[in-house]
């Protein structure tokens, strides 16, 4: 299983990575690591690539049933329920949180001293929702002390979205104008990285790493929905060792 790890200054203790879609058993669009249950892939397929991430984690990790939305959820006691969330922070030791992506930005927060983490689901519709404000604020601690690190998403030259979407956040932020090139009549190009980077300044957030990744462009190490609607998901993962 090939994955890749935040580069960022956070505390030993603090374990995270995100899958690529190599090293798992499914086929076609789905080759090969499909970690989505809804995405149209074989189950004993999705179940199987799931049993090989599992061996690379400390515990089995909570699974959450995302709705592009700004919900938090704060891990911890029985894991008999899908929790219904977009992002999901702990301070318990082993337990697992995880988002799944193909094209939204699975978002890493930690605080400096490791002692908190979280994950978020951060489409363009999480981010003008809120879900990474949300997030920090859950994390519960200063915003000076927390590390961010963006993970895969789809890049800024691939990502074409409609004018109802550059409002959408020009309506809280005039400044996220900047993050939307014009490309065709009513037409924007949109860069998630450099809206992930307000929202997260917006938050009292300075210490953001990671971004430069293109899940649409770079065919070979990931998913995308945006380039075949029936994609496979990758899964963003972190925990405090």
Same mark, same amino acid.
């Not at 892939?41 to 090989?52: F, K």
């Not at 649409?216 to 990758?234: I, K, L, N």
């Given at each position: ?13 603090? &374990? =995270?990575?995100v899958?690529?879609?190599?090293g798992?058993?499914?086929?076609g ?6 970690? #989505?249950?809804?995405?149209g ?5 999705? =179940? ?5 991430v599992? %061996? ?11 709705? &592009?939305?700004?919900h938090?959820?704060?891990l %911890?006691g ?8 977009? *992002?999901a922070? /702990? ?13 939204c930005m ?14 978020? &689901? ?6 003008? *929702? ?9 994390l519960?601690a200063?915003? *000076? ?5 963006? #993970?895969p ?7 074409e ?14 400044? =996220?104008? /900047? ?6 009549? %009513?037409?924007y190009? =949109? ?15 300075g210490?953001?790493?990671? #971004? #430069?990744f293109? /899940?649409? &462009?770079? *065919? ?22």
């Open positions: 299983m090939k994955r890749i790890e935040p580069e960022w200054p956070a505390p030993g203790r603090v &374990h =995270a990575f899958t690529t879609r190599e798992g058993v499914s086929t669009e789905f080759a090969s690591l499909n970690l #989505g249950e809804r995405s892939d074989a189950p004993e397929n999705v =179940a199987r690539n799931r049993a090989i599992r %061996g690379h984690l400390p515990a089995e990790p909570r699974w959450l049933e995302q709705v &592009h939305g700004a938090v959820v704060e %911890g029985a894991h008999d329920a899908r929790l219904r969330a977009d *992002a922070v /702990t301070g318990r030791a082993g337990e697992v949180a995880v988002v799944l992506a193909a094209d699975p978002l890493f927060l930690a605080n400096r001293d490791g002692s908190r983490v979280g994950l978020a &689901h951060a489409g363009w519709r999480g981010m003008a *929702a809120g879900v990474i404000e949300n997030a920090v604020v859950a519960d200063s915003p *000076a002390n927390v590390l961010a690190w963006m #993970g998403t789809i890049g800024p030259d691939a990502f979205v409609g004018a109802e979407v550059r409002e959408a956040f020009v309506a809280v932020d005039g400044r =996220a104008g /900047t993050a939307f090139k014009p490309h065709a009549p %009513g037409k190009m =949109a860069d998630l990285y450099a809206l992930a980077r307000q929202r997260l300044a917006r938050a009292g957030v210490a953001v790493f990671g #971004g #430069g293109c /899940t649409y &462009h770079d *065919a070979e190490r990931f998913f995308s929905y945006r380039r075949v609607r029936t994609s496979g998901r990758m899964g963003a993962f972190i925990w405090i060792g």
